[in-house]
């Protein structure tokens, strides 16, 4: 077993994995997942520029993650075990050193400003890992067998949608990629584009009106034009397994089970139908700031952004004609944390 750790950092969060990983049979022990809301892409969509105030958020939850990452005793050196990811925010930016340099004081590694393909690559591996685990020849480790055991009955092929903050990541493929598109359509990115005032705030009482959801919609159907130029996203025949990951795809899922509070466990592997993504994403988007946020199971930092994340998910949905969403709690963190095990094991 490699101990790894791993970190995430995207337009609207940070999230830290440490782990311990077989990397011949991708067995997964968990010792710490967390997540911190730091929206990293504060106004990055209208200024071009990481702000000053949401590199300092990202900074505070980089000094906890590192003090974690000491306690579990993660090995360091010239060959750490611990990869730094950064996407959309940090890719768009130009001031983007500013936060490279800040996160290599920190953590002792250099942040990777990852492409789109890469991060719908990485996504897929730590979505599709459990899922594909049944399909392995005969004689596979235990871990394989308790990872079939626990997954929901679907199989290959597969089409993974990962609704981050600044973009979304597209990608279909069996135990390997076959086609793989990012598009610049995430839950903060339509907020502020579509919702926000000159402030780049949600005016009270943040129900957008029909000809701003008109708008997000529109914006989102030109991408999944785009998305459809390289990853088919209506197959011919035999359909996908549509998995969705991360905290928009989540917190519909927690609000369908109608959870008293997030529960990880319960959400794993849950499968949401068409209908009540469609019934849920109406509700967030005619609903008020204050009735968003007395949801049991909505994190404060997507209060004003989850109606734009659920509308994303449902056109892709009626898009692809899926009738249902398998949600996955293990994403593009676990795919990073796969990779530097598999890399240590060499």
Not at 3 to 28: W, Y
Not at 35 to 51: E, F, N, P, S
Not at 110 to 122: K, Q
Not at 273 to 282: A, Q, S
């Amino acid at each position: 077993m490699k101990r790894v750790a791993a970190i995430d950092c995207g337009t609207n969060s940070i999230r830290l994995l440490v782990a311990d990983i077989d990397p011949d049979t991708g067995a997964l022990h968990e010792l710490d997942r967390r997540m911190t809301i730091v929206r990293l892409g504060q106004d990055v969509d209208r200024t071009g520029r990481l702000a000053p105030e949401a590199l300092e958020r990202t900074f505070a939850a980089c000094r906890e993650y590192a003090e974690v990452v000491r306690e579990h005793g993660v090995p360091g050196g010239p060959h750490p075990a611990l990869r730094f990811v950064a996407t959309s925010a940090s890719r768009d930016a130009s001031n983007r050193e500013d936060f490279v340099r800040g996160v290599r004081d920190i953590l002792g590694v250099e942040p990777e400003v990852i492409t789109g393909d890469e991060e719908a690559a990485l996504s897929f591996a730590g979505a599709t890992r459990e899922l594909t685990a049944h399909q392995t020849p005969s004689g596979q480790a235990q871990a394989q067998a308790q990872a079939q055991a626990q997954a929901p009955a679907c199989g290959a092929p597969y089409l993974v949608v990962d609704i981050g903050g600044g973009s979304t990541e597209f990608v279909v493929g069996d135990r390997e990629v076959r086609a793989a598109r990012s598009v610049n359509v995430g839950c903060v990115r339509m907020t502020e584009r579509h919702l926000a005032d000159a402030t780049g705030k949600v005016p009270e009482p943040g129900t957008p009106t029909e000809a701003q959801i008109a708008a997000i919609r529109a914006d989102v159907e030109a991408a999944l034009d785009t998305v459809e130029q390289t990853v088919p996203l209506r197959p011919a025949a035999g359909g996908y397994t549509l998995v969705g990951l991360a905290g928009s795809v989540t917190t519909i899922a927690a609000i369908a089970l109608d959870l008293p509070a997030y529960d990880s466990a319960a959400i794993h592997h849950a499968v949401i139908p068409l209908d009540r993504v469609r019934e849920i994403t109406d509700r967030l988007l005619h609903s008020t700031h204050a009735e968003r946020a007395a949801i049991p199971v909505m994190h404060p930092g997507r209060v004003d952004v989850i109606g734009a994340g659920a509308l994303v998910l449902l056109a892709l949905m009626e898009r692809a004609g899926a009738r249902e969403v398998v949600v996955s709690e293990h994403d593009i963190l676990d795919g990073i944390a796969f990779g530097v095990a598999e890399r240590a094991g060499g």
